[in-house]
């Protein structure tokens, strides 16, 4: 049996300085780099700056990089968890991985991990034919101005399809249904009952609480990704009640509002007011508002407002006969451009309300509350990329088993160090050439997935045979000696003999880490204890 499960670092679990992070985030942008040279599965492309600093939320960590959720990076990391528990979230917990002693200092470990220190810049946003504000979108032998669509830019595009976005935005919603069948999944997202939430769609105000964390998630991540184009993730300033207030291509379709959406957007835009703060008694309330569809009641809210405003405005934004990345089209709503216009705006009041309520962006519950929500996201990714069963899962959330051992203590930091930052490409989510050597995995798991293993990119030869360092492709790998070793290339197995990590002037793993891994492997190559 294989268990899954996501980053192995929480947001407790980090105590490192903005020097030590701009230098990991440094470090990490070159190597996804170059993440494309082992077996052509690319990550990312060169990136311009870093992630944000500790505490930062709209500052940058150098040229054309955007804030960071959370960040940092510790000398060990320690065992258990640390739960945050509020009367409007439920509960979200932020895990510690386990096991003592698994760094060695500030710039050792963790790896990167985008869901504490955002993601890296993504190459398209400093591509000069990528373009600012909605592109536009034709259903076929269609060219009616009355029915054209607006979507995000195609580079966005192509990421999300790429990282199955769409899919996951579809599964997270649909594992909060499921005590209405799971609605909408594809996956029988239902079956992974470890991963269900108590908190089920509209049924609570700790999922009006989740649907703001899981959302400001997303958009902060585009930003991160795109920070020259963040616009197309930028919500509505305030409530559009005039056809100016909306791109030209939607001005032409402008119906005006009824009265119940226009004084529910006036509550949004003036959320701060005394008056309005008074009706919702916290976020999670505000965010069962904000969410739910027409008529929908909060049990113990007496004086919530007319609830509606998500509904209606993902239908003002519908285009009847061009649905393919509609925003009421639940598999791919989230191409939309319009759908970030909606979603921001949301986000704004929200951020609004916190503010006038005394507090920030940097609050640490809320910093551990997004990164549970992108864990959770990347394990829908993951389920749905490798079809998984749901023994094969974890909750991302949880921590991981108490480990020592060789492996854990000598062999795995060389893997997450910020020199050599193996693992931020060959982690657990979507691992690079199928070869996950960190991240949110007990380390049990990663030698399960190198002990006579074959190589994607070695030919004949298998990740780790114990015993035989010399016939192992990640050491022959790491010591830049797979091009001498005769590998033997056929229609299913390619040689792929480049030094990793990339490097033009040889090994990146030094000579000590080299006689680690050597001496790991010649002993047999045992697992933790």
Known sequence: MRFIDLHQVSATDLRTSRRGLATLAALAALLLSACAGDDGNSLSGASEGGAGGPDATGGTGGAGSQSSVNSGSGAGTGAGSQASTGADSGSSSASGSGGAGVGGGPDDHPAYDH???????????????????????????????????????????????????QDAHVEWHAIRACNFGGAGSKVGICKFKQLVPKDQNCQSAGDGYQFLVFHRHMIQALKQLWPKHSEQFEGFTKFPTKAEDVPPQWRSAWKNWDAAALEAGKIGD???????????????????????????????????????????????????????????????????????????????????????????????????????????????????????????????????????????????PIFESATNL?????????????????????????????????????????????????????YLKASDKAGAAGCQQSSTAQCISGVMPPSTGGPTVSPAQLEILRKWIADGAPGPT
Not at 122 to 131: G, L, Q
Not at 347 to 353: A, L, R, S
Not at 449 to 472: E, I, M, T, W
Request: glycine share 10%.
């Open 115 to 165: 869901c504490v220190s955002g993601y890296m810049p993504h190459p398209s946003d400093s591509d000069p034919n990528m373009k600012d504000g909605p592109a536009e979108f034709y259903p076929p032998g269609n060219n009616s101005p009355d029915i054209v669509d607006t979507t995000v830019q195609p580079q966005v595009l192509d990421w999300m399809y790429e990282n199955r976005w």
């Open 270 to 412: 003036e959320i701060d007011k005394p008056e309005n703060l008074a009706r919702f008694k916290d976020e999670g309330e505000l965010g069962f508002w904000l969410q739910c569809n027409v008529g929908q009641k909060l049990a113990g809210a007496t004086n919530m407002p007319w609830v509606g405003l998500h509904f209606v405005l993902h239908a003002k934004w519908a285009r009847p006969g061009n649905t393919t990345h509609g925003v009421n089209n639940t598999n791919a709503n989230i191409d939309n451009y319009m759908f970030w216009k909606l979603h921001g705006w949301i986000d704004n009041v929200w951020e609004k309300y916190r503010r006038a309520k005394g507090m920030l962006p940097t609050d640490q519950k809320l910093k551990d509350d997004l990164v549970a929500q992108c864990r959770e996201m990347d394990t829908e990714i993951k389920i749905i990329k490798e079809n998984l069963d749901p023994e094969d899962v974890r909750d991302p959330n949880a921590p991981l088993p108490d480990e020592s051992g060789y492996f854990h203590e000598k062999v795995r």
């Open 422 to 474: 193996c693992s931020g490409c060959h982690a657990e989510s979507g691992p690079n050439a199928g070869l996950s050597l960190g991240g949110r995995l007990s380390s049990r798991e990663i030698v399960d997935g190198l002990v006579n293993v074959a190589s994607r990119g070695g030919g004949q030869f298998k990740l780790v045979v114990p015993g035989d360092p010399d016939h192992s492709w990640l």
